[in-house]
């Protein structure tokens, strides 16, 4: 009789043992997760630099400043071009 409540005893004390370590397992998942997912929001979420509609505008300045007027000059045909290759 002494042994099974010994038994009991120590299946007892390894049932808690075995519920502090699913509660140490999961405050790790979630701390695990949590690092995820904000990795993931700085590496794919918003930028923090803004630009506005005059720094994009600094690249059409070619655009702004072309005379329609001016007629594009005629294409010419260059002649082939070979070079000697070593094997």
Same mark, same amino acid.
Do not use: C
């Given at each position: 009789?002494? =042994?099974?409540?010994?038994?009991?005893? /120590?299946? %007892?004390?390894?049932?808690?043992?075995?519920? &502090? !370590?699913? =509660?140490?397992?999961?405050?790790?998942? /979630?701390? %695990?997760?949590?690092?995820?997912?904000?990795? &993931? !929001?700085?590496?794919?979420?918003?930028?923090?630099?803004?630009?506005?509609?005059?720094?994009?505008?600094?690249?059409?300045?070619?655009?702004?400043?072309?005379?329609?007027?001016?007629?594009?000059?005629?294409?010419?045909?260059?002649?082939?071009?070979?070079?000697?290759?070593?094997?």
């Amino acid at each position: 009789m002494k =042994t099974q409540s010994n038994s009991a005893a /120590e299946l %007892l004390d390894i049932i808690e043992e075995k519920d &502090r !370590r699913i =509660t140490e397992l999961e405050q790790q998942n /979630e701390w %695990l997760l949590e690092q995820f997912r904000l990795l &993931r !929001r700085k590496q794919y979420g918003a930028s923090s630099e803004q630009s506005s509609a005059d720094q994009m505008n600094l690249f059409n300045e070619t655009e702004a400043t072309f005379d329609l007027s001016v007629t594009e000059p005629p294409l010419t045909e260059v002649k082939a071009h070979y070079t000697r290759t070593f094997a």
